[in-house]
């Protein structure tokens, strides 16, 4: 009996020990360096790609444009990888760089002899709500949209992958969804603001004289001087094109194949960086860099002797109109 029991036990101990061997033997084996070279009966996607030129074969879907397997996109994906945050970094930044240069060496521009105390209408209230509406729209598509281009590798080392992928997909809706309020406030300001926005010699004048901010002079001007013009078509234009690539891009295939999705990828995104780099030059003007500009959009008056240093010939005929607060108006030079 002992001898059966002895028989037993080493035959359940040899059983064990083979047992910890077969367990353990793959992660050893994946331990030692191996000579076998996994990739070798591989070809290189590259090689591949430069034999057959394109890779063909059967599929189901019932959609023709979903059956790409491989896009052609590589002159796109290094556009969007990398020539369009060159684009972005040298034109925002850059544009920072000389509006701080510029108020540094120019400073704000006052208002000459003070404010007069005596004010006229300078845009009504639907005219701020639109322009406060299309604003509050741009920034945020401005915010998100750098997001895309430049989130990923700004923000994941600071607040994580997850927070990332969180902010990332709301950020999304966002630029998705105030799309709408801001093609509607860009085509109403294009109707609003027509009449005043054509060119004419005065806008010749205007710019020859630096505007009266590069310089001390007070060129004359109707209700939007030449600079604001341009603001105006960059709006209207910059604007349209940037809603009509960016539906293109949100209605994918409807009106285009990938090529022309790319296209419009690459034109939304350029449209959008110089976008930006010139609103910030008009947020400077509204802002700091102006004294009481910015009353005409906030509040909706401009006071009488800011109207003279910087839309003479616009004071002039509302003077005529009666449309100034406060007494008679000296005439404008
Ligand atoms: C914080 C942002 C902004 C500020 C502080 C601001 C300020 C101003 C001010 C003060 C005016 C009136 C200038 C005057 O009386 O002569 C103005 C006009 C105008 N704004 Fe803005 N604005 C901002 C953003 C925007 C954005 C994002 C757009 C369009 C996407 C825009 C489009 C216009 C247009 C087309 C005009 C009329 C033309 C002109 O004066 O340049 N603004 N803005």
Redesign the pocket.
Known sequence: MARIGLVWSSLIGALSLCLVAVTTLPAVAQQQPSSVNPMAQSVKEQELLKELQRIQGRSSLPDARTRVLEQPGRDWRHFHQVTLRWIGAIVILGMLAVLMLFYLIRGMVRIEGGRSGRTLV??NAFERFV?WM??TC??VLALTGLNVTFGKELLTPLIGPEAFAAWAQWAKYAHNYLSFPFSIG?VL?FLL?IAWNFPTGTDMRWLKEGGGIVGNGHPPARR?NA??KM??WV?VLG?GAAAITGYLLMFPFYATDVAGMQTAQMVHGIVGMLFIAI?LA??YI??IGMQG??E???KGE?DVNWARQ??SLWLENETRKGRVSGGTVAPAE
């Open positions: 300078r845009f322009h299309t604003a741009f920034i860009v300001m603001w939007f600079g604001q603001i105006y709006v604007g609103m008009h947020i509204g802002t500009a910015f005409g959009m906030g401009v910087h839309h």
